[in-house]
């Protein structure tokens, strides 16, 4: 089904799914270093149960018929660059694992790929965890699909910034896109001989 922004967002904030967050998970966020206002603006962070599936994707329990392996999972809006919802994220912090509902968005904010910067560097802050996004008031982005994110990083010829060193690394290892093979006919190697 192709969902378009009104119903992404209904889906989030018609409570069908996902429901608001309890005082203890506010608790727990604000125990970690998350500003209580950055929970709920520009968007709210939701929870709701969700089962994940093996491609970087998740269902909310309504859209299974016998669901297996729910976990409880923070629920966020993923906008595009006009502001449009275009997918919705799950985190569990407990598996760490991260998805998208519709497989559309490669990263929690990932609008800000385009936004001027104006950091020291001029680079995109990029978060390993919507926990430490979160802690960050949001600024930057959390990769979600390693594989989409390369090829929009790389287009727009974007530097990143990270919190630490094995971050980095592990992103340049994500997000390097390989060299083409090359091959040489063999006349073409028997013409330069001659």
């Known amino acids: 089904m192709s969902y378009r922004p009104h119903e992404i967002e209904k889906r989030f904030y018609g409570k ?3 429901r608001l967050l309890r005082a203890g998970e506010r608790d727990r966020f604000r125990a970690a270093g998350v500003a209580q206002l950055d929970l709920g603006v520009p968007d709210m962070v939701l929870a709701a149960p969700v089962v994940f599936l093996d491609n970087h994707s998740f269902l909310f329990l309504d859209e299974l018929d ?3 392996e729910v976990a409880p999972a ?5 906008r595009d660059d006009d502001g449009d919802a275009i997918d919705l994220a799950a985190w569990s912090p407990t598996s760490e694992r991260l998805a998208t509902w519709l497989g559309r968005a490669w990263a929690i904010d990932q609008f ?10 001029g680079a995109l ?3 390993k965890t919507p926990l430490e996004w979160l802690r960050a008031r949001r600024d930057g982005i959390v990769i979600i699909d390693s594989e989409k994110a390369k090829w929009q990083i790389a287009y727009l010829g974007r530097g990143l910034i990270v919190e630490n060193i094995s971050h980095g690394r592990m992103l340049r290892h994500a997000l390097t896109i390989p060299a083409p093979d090359i091959f040489v006919p063999p006349s073409s190697i028997d013409m330069c001989a001659a």
């Open 112 to 121: 800000r790929l385009l936004s001027p910067r104006l950091s020291e560097f």
């Open 74 to 78: 923070f629920v966020m809006i993923c």
């Open 66 to 68: 016998e669901p297996e």
């Open 125 to 127: 802050p990029v978060h």
């Open 16 to 18: 069908q799914s996902c």
